[in-house]
Nanobody, 120 residues
């Protein structure tokens, strides 16, 4: 099967930075769009950023200019650089990938999430 594992979360002060990583592993044939989502306390899960296999990117308005999504196709890994962090960025950050498995077609897979806490 396929696994997505996030890393890089933690506690950071307002204005600080973090880099999140998400590595996909398993019987991967190809990966199309990869993305980051987040769910803050008492909130619904929301889109943060996505990146296509051709490196086309899309961002939520709330993170434009502060967050940067990138990917390394050779490593099946997507990254999220978080700068100028605010308290409202506190959330569990989840990775999602649209992945092709031979014989099973395309499906969306989610990681288990990594906690980002912005607090002084």
């Amino acid at each position: 099967q396929v696994q997505l594992v996030e890393s890089g979360g933690g506690l950071v002060q307002p204005g600080g930075s973090l880099t999140l990583s998400c590595a996909a592993s398993g019987r991967i044939g190809s990966i199309n769009v990869m993305g980051w989502y987040r769910q803050g306390p008492g909130k619904q899960r929301e889109l943060v950023a996505t990146i296509s296999s051709f490196n086309f990117t899309n961002y939520a308005d709330s993170v434009k200019g502060r967050f940067t999504v990138s990917r390394d196709n050779a490593k099946n890994t997507v990254y999220l650089q978080l700068n100028s962090l605010k308290a409202e960025d506190t959330a569990v950050y989840y990775c999602k990938g649209s992945i092709l498995i031979a014989g099973q077609g395309w499906n969306d897979y989610w990681g288990r999430g990594t906690q980002v806490t912005v607090s002084s």
